[in-house]
C-alpha cells in the first residue's frame, strides 16, 4: 500500500525572510511609573500680555470690562443673558474643534463581521506591517507573493506592484528571491532523507512530496507523524499543511486547496476526496484552464463523465495524464534527492572489445579518471564498482573493497586486474563504468624525511587488500579483547587495520571454541581438583598434569540464569602432550551454581 504525503509552505518566501531578519528577543524593562499630568492653573491677572497663558477669558473683551457678568462667568450665567447681549466665541477666546468628515470610511467592524475583524487584528498583531515580495516580469513589477495582513487587504500574486501600492500606502515591498528559496527547499529535502523518510522530492516551488510507505509505524502513525512535522516546522517559524494519500497527486490536491492543516485519505478514497477541487488542483497549464472555463468545466468531478477523446482533444494529453494519476490509475513515480553524488567515470568505446588487454586498458583510464575526480573532491576510495554493458543488453559486474581510504591508481588497478577474468565479454563491451559507492575523506598526509630514523610500522592495508581479492572479502580479520569476564564474550573480530585493545594477564588458550562442548564419562575429585580422565569427540583422554582452579562467575546482569553461575576453568596435560582448557558447572558445593557437568573450551598450542 502506497502512502503519499505533501507538504505546503504556502508563506515560504516571506517566513524565510522574517526568520532571517528576526531580532534576538531581550527582556522588555518595567515601564517607569509616570505622575499624572493635571492642566495647569488658568492665569487670569496677565501682565504685560493681554492673553492669558492657558487660555480661559480674555481680560480686554467688551462683557468682561462692563463687569456684566463677573471676573469668571459660568455656562448659566452666559445662558441667561439676552441673545444679542452673549459674547461671541472669538470674544471668550475659545479654540473651535475640527468635526469628523461627512464622508468618512465606516470603521472595520461597522459593516463588516466580528470574525472578519478579530481575523485581521490577529493577522496584525503577529506579522505586523503589511509585506509583498515583487519580482520583475517585463516591463512591471509583479506580485510574486503576500502576507496574510496583505491578503486581507486584497492584495494578491500576480498582480502589479503598482496597484498594490495605490491601495496600501504602509506596504512594505521587498524583491523575491526565488533562488534562495528553492535552496531552503534542498535543505528541507535532505534533512527530510535524512530523518523521516529515505524518499523525498521537491514539489513545486513551495513543497515536498514524501513517500511514507512502510516509515509512519516508527513515528506512531500517520497522525503523530503530520503532528511533528508541523510542529517542527512551527519552531522554526514557518507555516504549512500536510495531506496523505495513496498518490502523489491527490496528496498535493489536498494539502494546497484542502481547508485542515492535517488531511488523511484512506486507500482508494482519492476520487471522491478531490472532486470538488479546482482544475487547478491538477497542475495545469493556464492555457489548459483557460480553455476549460470556456467549455464550463470548473470542478475536477466535471472530468469524471468525460469520454477520454473528446477530454484530450480539447484540453491536451496532459489533463487526461494529470487525472488518472490523481485518481491511481497511472503509477506517477517520485525521483528522490540525493544526498551524496557518489563519484563515477564511463567510457563509451567505438567498438566492441572483448579482449583481456583492451579491458585492462580500459580500466587503467577509468582508474585515472576516478582518481583525478577523487583528489578534485578530496575523498578517499573505499569501494569501487565496475559495470561492463554488452553489446546484447546485460551487463557484467565486478567489485572491490579496500581496507583503507585510499587514491593509489596503481593498487587500484592491480585490483581491478585481478577481477578481470571474471567478466564474460560476450559478444563485446561497448561501455564501461566505474563508480565509487562507498567513500571517505582523505587530507593530505605528513610524509617523514628519509633522514630520520625510526621504526615505523609499515603499511599493510595493500597487502590486506590484495589478500581479501584472492579470498573472502570479509575473510581476513583480527581479533581484539572485549571488557567482559565470560571468556566466548571477552574476543571480538575486528577489522585488519584496527588497531586492538590490550590483552589481560590471564593466560588464555592459543585456539578457543566458539561453543564450548560437553564432555563424557569424566572422573574428577570434587570440589577443587582437576578431572583424571574424560573423553571429547568420542576420543579417550587420561589427564597426568592439571592446574586450577580459575573461577568466573556469571555476569548477572544480562540474564537471571547467570545471577549463580559458577565456572571453575583448570589447565590439563593428556599423555599424548595435548593441553586443554576446561571448566565445570558450579563450584562443587552449593547446586544453585551449576550441575556439576564438564566442557571443553579451548585448545593451547
Given amino acids: 500500500?502506497?502512502?503519499?504525503?505533501?507538504?505546503?509552505?504556502?508563506?515560504?518566501?516571506?517566513?524565510?525572510?522574517?526568520?532571517?531578519?528576526?531580532?534576538?528577543?531581550?527582556?522588555?524593562?518595567?515601564?517607569?511609573?509616570?505622575?499624572?499630568?493635571?492642566?495647569?492653573?488658568?492665569?487670569?491677572?496677565?501682565?504685560?500680555?493681554?492673553?492669558?497663558?492657558?487660555?480661559?477669558?480674555?481680560?480686554?473683551?467688551?462683557?468682561?470690562?462692563?463687569?456684566?457678568?463677573?471676573?469668571?462667568?459660568?455656562?448659566?450665567?452666559?445662558?441667561?443673558?439676552?441673545?444679542?447681549?452673549?459674547?461671541?466665541?472669538?470674544?471668550?477666546?475659545?479654540?473651535?474643534?475640527?468635526?469628523e468628515h461627512p464622508f468618512k470610511t465606516m470603521p472595520a467592524n461597522a459593516g463588516g463581521s466580528s470574525r472578519a475583524s478579530a481575523t485581521a487584528l490577529s493577522w496584525a498583531t503577529l506579522w505586523g506591517q503589511p509585506m509583498i515580495l515583487i519580482a520583475r516580469s517585463g516591463q512591471r513589477d509583479i506580485v510574486t507573493s503576500a502576507c496574510p495582513v496583505a491578503q486581507d487587504l486584497r492584495l494578491r500574486p500576480g498582480m502589479a506592484a503598482a496597484h498594490a501600492r495605490a491601495l496600501v500606502t504602509d506596504l512594505e515591498v521587498r524583491d523575491a528571491e526565488p533562488d534562495a528559496d528553492q535552496a531552503w527547499l534542498d535543505r528541507l529535502a535532505l534533512h527530510a532523507v535524512a530523518h523521516w523518510t529515505p524518499t523525498a522530492c521537491i514539489s513545486g516551488a513551495d513543497g515536498l512530496w514524501l513517500d511514507l510507505t512502510g516509515t509512519t509505524h516508527l513515528f506512531g502513525g500517520e497522525q503523530r507523524f503530520c503532528r511533528r512535522l508541523l510542529g517542527f516546522l512551527k519552531r522554526l517559524g514557518f507555516t504549512a499543511r500536510i495531506a496523505i494519500a495513496g498518490t502523489p497527486g491527490a496528496a498535493f490536491a489536498l494539502a494546497r486547496y484542502g481547508s485542515e492543516a492535517v488531511t488523511i485519505l484512506a486507500e482508494g478514497s482519492e476520487t471522491q476526496a478531490i472532486a470538488d477541487l479546482p482544475l487547478s488542483a491538477l497542475r495545469l497549464e493556464p492555457g489548459v484552464l483557460e480553455a476549460a472555463a470556456r467549455f464550463g468545466l470548473e470542478r475536477i468531478a466535471d472530468l469524471y463523465p468525460m469520454p477520454r477523446g473528446p477530454m484530450a482533444r480539447r484540453l491536451g494529453l496532459t489533463t487526461v495524464r494529470r487525472l488518472d494519476q490523481a485518481r491511481g490509475m497511472i503509477a506517477e513515480p517520485i525521483v528522490p534527492v540525493i544526498p551524496f553524488e557518489a563519484p563515477h567515470v564511463e567510457r563509451r568505446l567505438l567498438e566492441p572489445i572483448g579482449t583481456a588487454e583492451t579491458i585492462n586498458q580500459v580500466i587503467s583510464d577509468l582508474v585515472d579518471d576516478l582518481v583525478a575526480l577523487l583528489m578534485e573532491r578530496g575523498l578517499g576510495l573505499r569501494a569501487a564498482h565496475l559495470a561492463c554493458q554488452i553489446v546484447d543488453g546485460s551487463e557484467q559486474r565486478v567489485a572491490i573493497g579496500t581496507a583503507r581510504a585510499t587514491r593509489d591508481a596503481k593498487h587500484l588497478k592491480r585490483m581491478l586486474t585481478m577481477r578481470v577474468e571474471r567478466i564474460d565479454p560476450g559478444l563485446g563491451i561497448e561501455v564501461m563504468r566505474l563508480g565509487a559507492p562507498h567513500v571517505e575523506e582523505l587530507k593530505a598526509q605528513m610524509l617523514e624525511a628519509g633522514l630520520i630514523t625510526g621504526d615505523r610500522a609499515p603499511d599493510i592495508a595493500p597487502l590486506v587488500d590484495q589478500l581479501a581479492g584472492r579470498i573472502d572479502p570479509d575473510t581476513p580479520f583480527r581479533l581484539s579483547s572485549h571488557e567482559s569476564d565470560v571468556p566466548e564474550r571477552a574476543v571480538r573480530r575486528v577489522s585488519p587495520l584496527a588497531k586492538p585493545k590490550g590483552w589481560p594477564g590471564w593466560k588464555r588458550p592459543v585456539r578457543m571454541l566458539k561453543k564450548p562442548e560437553l564432555l563424557s564419562n569424566v572422573v574428577a575429585l570434587l570440589p577443587d581438583h582437576p578431572p583424571r580422565r574424560f573423553v571429547w569427540r568420542g576420543k579417550p583422554y587420561r589427564v597426568i598434569a592439571g592446574d586450577g582452579p580459575e573461577r568466573i562467575h556469571g555476569e548477572w546482569w544480562r540474564n537471571a540464569q547467570e545471577m549463580w553461575a559458577v565456572r571453575d576453568y583448570f589447565r590439563v596435560e593428556a599423555e599424548g602432550g595435548e593441553r586443554f582448557w576446561l571448566f565445570r558447572r558450579g563450584d562443587g558445593v552449593d547446586e544453585q551454581t551449576g550441575n556439576l557437568s564438564w566442557f571443553m573450551h579451548g585448545v593451547f598450542g
Fill in 1 to 99: 500500500m502506497t502512502r503519499v504525503a505533501s507538504l505546503y509552505l504556502p508563506q515560504l518566501p516571506i517566513e524565510r525572510l522574517r526568520q532571517l531578519e528576526r531580532p534576538t528577543r531581550l527582556p522588555e524593562p518595567a515601564p517607569t511609573p509616570v505622575a499624572p499630568r493635571f492642566p495647569p492653573p488658568i492665569d487670569d491677572t496677565p501682565g504685560a500680555c493681554s492673553v492669558p497663558k492657558a487660555g480661559g477669558w480674555r481680560p480686554g473683551a467688551r462683557w468682561a470690562r462692563d463687569g456684566t457678568l463677573g471676573s469668571k462667568p459660568t455656562q448659566a450665567d452666559l445662558e441667561a443673558l439676552p441673545a444679542h447681549q452673549r459674547p461671541t466665541m472669538r470674544e471668550m477666546g475659545r479654540r473651535s474643534e475640527s468635526t
